[in-house]
T-cell receptor, first 109, second 114 residues
Framework: AQRVTQPEKLLSVFKGAPVELKCNYS??????LFWYVQYSRQRLQLLLR??SRESIKGFTADLNKGETSFHLKKPFAQEEDSAMYYC???????????FGQGTRLTINP | ETGVTQSPTHLIKTRGQQVTLRCSSQ?????VSWYQQALGQGPQFIFQ???????GRGNFPPRFSGLQFPNYSSELNVNALELDDSALYLC?????????????FGPGTRLTVL
């Protein structure tokens, strides 16, 4: 079965410090990986997906098939990055997203 | 462009009752997925509807059922409510050709079962 693991429920860093939110997955085929974000009082929204290889709001994520990881990184955290972050997996032919438990990121001033 | 909307925002039911949650998909989207998000957890896939037919189902019992209408809006019905059904229910819609992977979420309906 497919599974997504986010080992940190809470992560707190200071403004300007680098941020890395960890995501590991289990799936034997070729997955599609996503990061979704939920800001306070807002709906869940797509932050980035690995196939687009974009940098959104300064965040990047690289799919490492050898380590089955898709960690989210930002070199310099900003206070507005404080939010709940979910890693999610899908695959060709699937109708669903499989989500991790989420990491609450807090950026301290 | 109107985003995904859900109604009601929240509701309270008692054990054994039945509930219907509603979702209007984003304009142009023809696929609707439903997720259950328990407190402190990530969303869990319930099922997906495409062209008014169920197009995939997660590990939820048959008392969770759904409908999709010709205008692509959708309903989630839960019968014989249990305390563990208390959760945030999310609806997500997807545009044609995305195979349901590109999902746009609504604000959710918070259900409390007493």
């Amino acid at each position: 079965a497919q599974r997504v693991t986010q080992p940190e429920k809470l992560l707190s860093v200071f403004k300007g410090a680098p941020v890395e939110l960890k995501c590991n997955y289990s799936y034997s085929g070729s997955p599609e990986l996503f990061w979704y974000v939920q800001y306070s009082r807002q709906r869940l929204q797509l932050l980035l997906r690995h196939i687009s290889r974009e940098s959104i709001k300064g965040f990047t994520a690289d799919l490492n098939k050898g380590e089955t990881s898709f960690h989210l990184k930002k070199p310099f955290a900003q206070e507005e990055d404080s939010a709940m972050y979910y890693c999610a997996l899908s695959f060709q032919g699937a109708q669903k997203l499989v989500f991790g438990q989420g990491t609450r990121l807090t950026i301290n001033p | 462009e109107t985003g995904v909307t859900q109604s009601p925002t929240h509701l309270i039911k008692t054990r054994g009752q039945q509930v219907t949650l509603r979702c209007s998909s984003q304009s142009g989207h023809n696929t609707v997925s439903w997720y259950q998000q328990a407190l402190g957890q990530g969303p869990q896939f319930i099922f997906q509807y495409y062209r008014e037919e169920e197009n995939g189902r997660g590990n939820f019992p048959p008392r969770f059922s759904g409908l999709q209408f010709p205008n692509y809006s959708s309903e989630l019905n839960v019968n014989a409510l249990e305390l563990d059904d208390s959760a945030l229910y999310l609806c997500a819609s997807s545009p044609p050709g995305s195979w349901g992977n590109e999902q746009f979420f609504g604000p959710g309906t918070r259900l409390t079962v007493l």
